[in-house]
């Protein structure tokens, strides 16, 4: 099958039965954007999410998921009509949509001098996907994998399409 098959054999078969969080939260998204076609209906079934999620326990993933999509519709919805005020739901509840920050290292080298500099060092993890490809690199030489490091295999399901196909 692949590079990894060989490797993947003698690992203990992991489960994989649900699809991904971000397919489920754009499948949702899909939905409400049927159900809901205006911002006044938008911004009433984010307040009633935004209550049920309060009253039912912070770590219910549905309803998490359901406030975070109609969070994204609502964001598409401001975007689109280049709105900059707030909008109300009929209770006058208000609902804005402002800018935020996010942030990523473009120099790791640079960040990790001024890390240094700056004696940040506690702050330091390794990357998930670099402890994995550490990992891989391990088990592809045949040496044994980090401590505290487990590994399992699961089945890639991948469609390639040929060039025709594609036109």
Do not use: C
Request: aromatic letters at 6%; a neutral charge; hydrophobic letters at 45%.
């Amino acid at each position: 099958m692949g590079k990894w098959t060989a490797i993947a054999k003698t690992l203990p078969r992991a489960e994989r039965t649900e699809p991904s969080w971000r397919d489920n939260l754009l499948a949702l998204k899909d939905e409400l954007r049927a159900q809901l076609p205006n911002l006044l209906a938008l911004t009433a079934a984010y307040r009633d999410a935004r209550k049920a999620k309060e009253a039912y326990d912070a770590g219910s993933k549905p309803l998490s998921m359901k406030v975070l999509a109609l969070e994204a519709l609502l964001a598409d919805t401001f975007t689109a009509e280049g709105r900059t005020e707030p909008a109300y739901d009929l209770d006058g509840n208000r609902v804005e949509a402002n800018d935020a920050l996010e942030f990523k290292a473009v120099d790791k080298d640079a960040l990790l001098a001024w890390v240094h500099a700056n004696k940040l060092e506690r702050l330091l993890s390794l990357n998930p996907q670099t402890m994995a490809s550490i990992a891989r690199q391990r088990l592809e030489n045949n040496e044994a994998l980090p401590d505290g490091v487990e590994a399992s295999a699961y089945t890639q399901i991948k469609l390639v399409l040929r060039k025709a196909a594609r036109e």
